[in-house]
């Protein structure tokens, strides 16, 4: 089982920025991605950003070049860093796990990010 705890959302005008942060603990294998979706009214859930273990990134064409995902391995933490930011980016933001032997996935509890003016 793994653990994940997200903070730092809020509310933050257009252009602003919001650091995102997430803890997991629990059966933390050396082998893994982690990254972030968001989820906002009436829409699936989506791929923001994700990092493996060994630093490869991906992320949504939406968000290239305001946001950065980052990872400290030792803290088992994952950042994102986002600027820049649009009403579009609105939703809430999941923390994700993904051990890449097993294929098992988990959530955090999510995180709300309102930018509105």
């Known amino acids: 089982q793994v653990q994940l705890v997200e903070s730092g959302g809020g509310l933050v005008q257009p252009g602003g920025s919001l650091r995102l942060s997430c803890a997991a603990s629990?059966?933390?294998?050396?082998?893994?991605?982690m990254g972030w979706y968001r989820q906002s009214p009436g829409k699936q859930r989506a791929m923001v950003a994700t990092?493996?273990?060994?630093?490869?990134?991906k992320y949504a064409d939406s968000v290239k070049g305001r946001f950065t995902i980052s990872r400290d391995n030792a803290k088992n933490m994952v950042y994102l860093e986002m600027n820049s930011l649009k009403p579009e980016d609105t939703a809430v933001y999941y923390c994700?796990?993904?051990?890449?032997?097993?294929?098992?996935?988990?959530w955090g509890q999510g995180t709300q990010v309102t930018v509105s003016s």
């Open positions: 994700n796990y993904q051990d890449l032997i097993t294929t098992t996935t988990y």
């Open positions: 629990g059966s933390i294998f050396s082998i893994n991605v």
């Open positions: 990092m493996t273990n060994g630093g490869t990134t």
